[in-house]
């Protein structure tokens, strides 16, 4: 029997010096065999041993003093912790065959020690399993919820009456599709366009000086100053190229039968390419550029956004979610979304209405911000904010719902529904739908003043929502079928969500539809594309609230005819020769310029008559009459 309990002795002690991590366990055991009298190794200071000459039963009487947590620190402290819960199963078996204490005891304070961090034991007495003060442990907020069974027993937030009217904040019944275009890239901007776009060339120029000596006829060369009418046709040419697409920009001006189009009209291919390869909305040498992640296409990008919100009222339901603009090339704050239609890209944030899919804001993601603790939630409340207290519902997909959102909308007078992740609500039983039954639905609510909904529905899968403005009231749904018409019951706070959640999605179809089909290494061209397309769709969805039954691709072609307001003057081709007033050079015979009045050996016979002789002088004369002459 004493052998027995010195068996049982030994692998509880090895059991602690496995906790403390001394290293080898067969040198330790070794030790303990030799020095009874003596402590465990290098920890004796931890653990007290009986003397050899105790008898059994007052081993058996005796505790063992666990090492108190202040004997430990930093990463030996947090291994304890781990490797107690794990040890402790075996160690309450050993003790309870042993007599030292109820194993029912043991297990309570098992649980203790694993949910308890911060003991509030004096630490300088030895600590024992079964003295672990019991402490009252933190429930997280919104841990536990109430189920709802009547529609009284939840009334949701008090919303401000919504008493705007959903639609263009001004009347543009009469106006041209390429008007409504220019609310948004207006007058001004274009200028601003063309000045940076000069800008940029000078400042181009400046540093290429070396180059262009020896390469007198390169692009950048030969680049002349754009104006306004010069980049409104070049812009009509560049979305004109998202209806009438070729593989290269070189095809959209080929002589061939097959390729030929208009683009030679307007402007030439030389030219078009040198705008398309120089067009810029920034100063480069501005010290923010360095700093600023969106420098290249701030300044645009945040003009178009006021213009945006400043043009159109939203409806009582507005839509937050994001999109992306297709781009593969090297940029920081690329995105990879698994489940999008375009997978690589840059990560756009939107904020639209509800019913007609109108763009009012949107932010585009340029990687995560330390200072911010929340980003999702700060995102959401810049995008709403010049929304709050007029009557709002904002519906958002799990990406953005959390129970704080929640509140937060709630203060801001916003009311707020979205789909939710499991993992957001503390109560798992709850979160994964527990024992609800295809079709059936459950309502809950938090314990404190009925602040936050959570419904449950179980149709193929469990659905969640989380609202704070929604109702405990069912619709009654009819499918129809192949044979026959099912009646479906569903939350009305599901679907409604359903039918309201869309207008990002809608959006972000009606610009990518006509997208620019070219690929460009520089993302800010990437960008300025896409901004451009928004534009388009926004005056789209303004033109058919007067004209419903308006298609989308005409509507962009009456942009696009807006633009290319005239076709470029064509150029004549002269073959008049200048010829010398005495071909054998015998006498140096002269007569007057008609162009400047002074004596020239030269003339031209097709321009002259029987009676008189055109003469003109070498080189400038004979271009500028000639010019005068045929109006080029």
Known sequence: MEDLHQTELENITNLYQSSLGNGNHEEEESKVGDERGSDFGSEGSR????????????RASERFRRPDESDFSGDELIKKRKIDVMTDETEMDT??????????????DVVDRFFVQDSTQDTSQPTTAAAVPEKKKKIPRFLSWTQLNKESDYQGIPLAPYLATRGPAQDFSQHH?????SLYITEELKDYMTDQTNLYVTQ??????????????CRIACFKDINKDELETFLGLYLLTSIHTMREYKDYYSESKLLKTNYCKYMSRERFLAILSFIHLSDNQNPRAQTDKLYKVRYFYEYVQRQWAYYYQPGKEINIDEGMVPFTGRLGFLQYIKRKPHKWGIKVFLLCDSASAYCLKSTIYTGNDTQIENQTEALVKDLVHAYQNQ?????????????????????????????????RIANKIIAKGGDIKKGETRFYSNNSANEVMLCLFRDRMLVKVLTNCGSLQVATKHIEDKNKTRIKHVPKVLDEYNMKARGVDRSNQLSLEFSHPHKSTKWWKVLFDYILQVCMANAFIIYTHYHPKTNHKSFILGIIEGLLKQPMKKKTKIFHLPEYLDPDMKSMKRLTCKNCNKLSQFWCKECSTASWKCSLCMPECWKAYHENLYNL
């Open 391 to 423: 009557g709002h519902v904002l519906y958002v997909d799990n990406f953005y719902t959390t129970i704080s959102l929640m509140l937060e909308m709630r203060d801001m007078g916003i009311g707020c529904t979205g789909t939710f992740q499991s993992k």
């Open 204 to 217: 181009l120029k400046a540093k290429r000086r070396s180059y262009i000596r020896s390469h007198k006829y």
């Open 47 to 58: 653990l007290e041993v009986f003397l050899e000459n105790e008898s059994p039963g007052d």
């Open 177 to 181: 599709p390429y008007e409504i275009f």
């Open 95 to 108: 003790q309870e065959r042993l007599g030292i204490f109820d194993s029912q005891q043991t297990t309570l």
